[in-house]
């Protein structure tokens, strides 16, 4: 099953805030390095716009706002493990955040590192109980480990909230699958075809013998 997730941004307006007080205290070369930063990231230069992070890490020194944007960045640059460390250090220096957590929800499911993925999950969930996304990533994980049962219940409740998001009915359809409850899977896809006629998830449920 292929999961299709939003990923949240880390370089939104309050971060910013945040980044411009540490140039006031670094100085001009500071600012010019976050300029950059989101001058190369808007190009899709995610590695470049990393680089110049790390340039103000190494000037001003570590801070919560620099650990959750380098672990955003190194994501989109397909550094995966420097994201999870990056991400990390931010929940060291934020512990009451979400942000920091949620993050670090996105490069494991890029490794394939479900357990971890789950404690993840979790921790966001103590933190925001009835947080979408990371309740779609542990049923997500869920699945993945065959916990096709817990898988169901989370994508159920995700279906009842947001009931045109064909990601969420066509994980419960293959979760009710993989269960054996092929008639109650064939309704979850068939209910996704009628409205997405071509999606693929759906399709190849609906195949299922």
């Known amino acids: 099953m292929k999961l299709m997730t939003r990923i949240p941004l880390m370089a939104m307006a309050t971060g910013l805030v945040i980044g411009l007080g540490s140039a ?109 996304l990371a309740r779609a990533r542990l049923a997500h994980a869920h699945y993945m480990v065959g916990n096709y049962p817990d898988s169901a219940t989370y994508y159920r409740g995700l279906v009842a909230e947001y009931p045109a998001d064909l990601n969420h009915r066509t994980g419960l359809g293959w979760s009710l699958a993989r269960m054996g409850r092929r008639k109650e899977a064939q309704a979850q896809f068939a209910a996704v075809l009628t409205v997405s006629p071509d999606n693929p998830n759906a399709k190849q449920g609906m195949a299922l013998p």
């Open 24 to 132: 006031a205290a670094g100085g001009a070369d500071v600012a010019q390095l976050y300029r950059q930063s989101y001058q190369a990231e808007a190009r899709g230069k995610a590695a470049e716009a990393l680089a110049a992070i790390r340039q103000v890490e190494a000037q001003v020194g570590p801070s919560y706002f620099v650990h959750a944007r380098a672990g955003w960045l190194a994501y989109l640059a397909g550094r995966h493990a420097e994201s999870v460390a990056a991400y990390e250090k931010g929940i060291a220096a934020a512990p009451q955040a979400i942000e920091p957590r949620i993050g670090l929800t996105a490069p494991l499911l890029a490794l394939k590192q479900w357990r971890k993925l789950e404690r993840a999950c979790r921790d966001v969930l103590k933190l925001d109980a009835k947080n979408a």
